[in-house]
């Protein structure tokens, strides 16, 4: 639903300042984008969408711009431009090629499967990855990431487990 | 134990894990974890039981 919301160039930009499907959801009424779909066009059509970003620790700020009422187009024009303003992180360009079409692969692939069973689709965050290559830096997560591999954690791990650290 | 690897999933209401192992083959796991980190979280929503 996102990707068809969404412009392709809108939608990989989103992706490469670390928003994903479980940052973007649009929901739309069934009825609603019924109609969409049957668009010749399919333009911009209203939705509400729920939006978080993944560079802010504050309530307000996961949930920057809120719950959002207006076109698809319009929401994804001001998500841009706050990260544009360099109210968030840039992206690195090595993170910007072939996200989308990453993401589409998976999506199409648990839609083949739906059809003989259960599927879903899940987009975790790497956090080791992420600290050790430097992504989103000044994003809360890496201090998370460094407490957990801390010299005190560590130890506690090993006391937990009986191995030695 | 030389490091602590994580990962962070988002759980919005309905999202459920399904019955799974986190056997990656390699060889090197010896005991996994779960963090929970539950926005505006109250006692009254319900916790863990104290351990005697």
Known sequence: VVSKALSDAVLEELFDYGYHTKNVDVIFKRGRLRRWIRRPSRGPMRATVWCASPTSSSPEGRRSPGRHSGTDHRLGCDLLHRHRRGRHPQPRASRRAGTADVIAGKLHAATLRARTGFAYVYLGYPMIDAFVEGRDPGHPIHALTAFLNSPELIAFGAAMTGEPA | ?52
Not at chain 2, 38 to 45: G, P, Q
């Open chain 2, 1 to 52: 134990v030389t490091k602590i690897d994580a990962q962070a999933t988002l759980y919005r209401p309905a999202d459920f894990l399904t019955t799974m192992h986190d056997d990656t083959g390699a060889g090197e796991r010896l005991a996994a974890y779960t963090l929970g980190l539950t926005a505006r979280m109250a006692a009254r929503l319900g916790r863990p039981a104290a351990v005697p």
